[in-house]
């Protein structure tokens, strides 16, 4: 069964510090794989995609990570702002599918 | 601005009550998909589009319809409500794959 995980399902630091959220996958054939933020009462918005041969992907302060043969990926976050606070999903596409597959998110709080 | 844009944001229908969800983009995306998204869950896809005159099944379509009559607009139907459809509704668009989906702010029904 195609699954996406990730964890934490919450997170709470201090503003200024980093952090790593983590996602592992199981959908095949993999094709990509997306971090999105998604705040408060707002639709998901791309952070960054990756395909199978790419293993780090920057989008100012995040960074992800991608190792395909382990089927896990990570987005760091550095340097953490207060409007870093929000829900960070995971998406993994299959090659040839139309479908996503949504993980359930990490909600992350900055606090001052 | 371009982009994916949904009405209504919020609503509130009665069981057995039927209403359309509307969303258009301005993109010229091919591709338009409906998904839910409910607590604890990751998004679920209900309906996808691949074209104008062109629409499939997602994972959970009971309950719901589609058309696509044009390229921009991409309606979705609520038959005849219930509480089970309580959720938040998100349409998104995707042009080039390498570009990633892009969605709309949402609209939070209620069926009582």
């Known amino acids: 069964k195609n699954q996406v995980e990730q964890s934490p399902q919450s997170l709470i630091i201090l503003e200024g510090k980093n952090c790593t959220l983590q996602?592992?996958?199981?959908?095949?054939?993999?094709?990509?794989l997306r971090w999105y933020k998604q705040d408060t009462g707002r639709g998901p918005v791309s952070l960054t995609i990756?395909?199978?041969?790419?293993n780090t992907k920057s989008n100012g302060r995040y960074t992800a990570t991608l190792d395909a043969d382990t089927k896990q990926s990570s987005l760091h976050i550095t340097a953490s702002q207060l409007s870093d606070s929000a829900s960070y999903i995971c998406?993994?596409?299959?090659?040839?599918?139309?479908?996503?597959?949504f993980g359930t998110g990490t909600r992350l709080l900055v606090s001052p | 601005n371009a982009g994916v844009t949904q009405t209504p944001k919020f609503q509130v229908l009665k069981t057995g009550q039927s209403m359309t969800l509307q969303c258009a983009q301005d993109?010229?995306?091919?591709?338009m998909s409906w998904y839910r998204q409910d607590p604890g869950m990751g998004l679920r896809l209900i309906h996808y589009?691949?074209?104008?005159?062109?629409?499939d099944q997602g994972e959970v379509p009971n309950g719901y319809n589609v058309s696509r009559s044009t390229t921009e607009d991409f309606p979705l139907r609520l038959l005849s409500a219930a509480p089970s459809q309580t959720s938040v509704y998100f349409c998104?668009?995707?042009?080039?794959?390498?570009?990633?989906?892009?969605f709309g702010s949402g609209t939070r029904l209620t069926v009582v």
């Open positions: 998406v993994v596409s299959a090659t040839g599918f139309q479908k996503l597959v």
């Open positions: 990756m395909t199978f041969s790419e």
């Open positions: 589009s691949v074209g104008a005159g062109i629409t």
């Open positions: 996602c592992n996958y199981t959908v095949s054939p993999f094709s990509n």
């Open positions: 998104a668009s995707r042009g080039e794959e390498a570009y990633g989906y892009t």
């Open positions: 993109m010229n995306h091919e591709y």
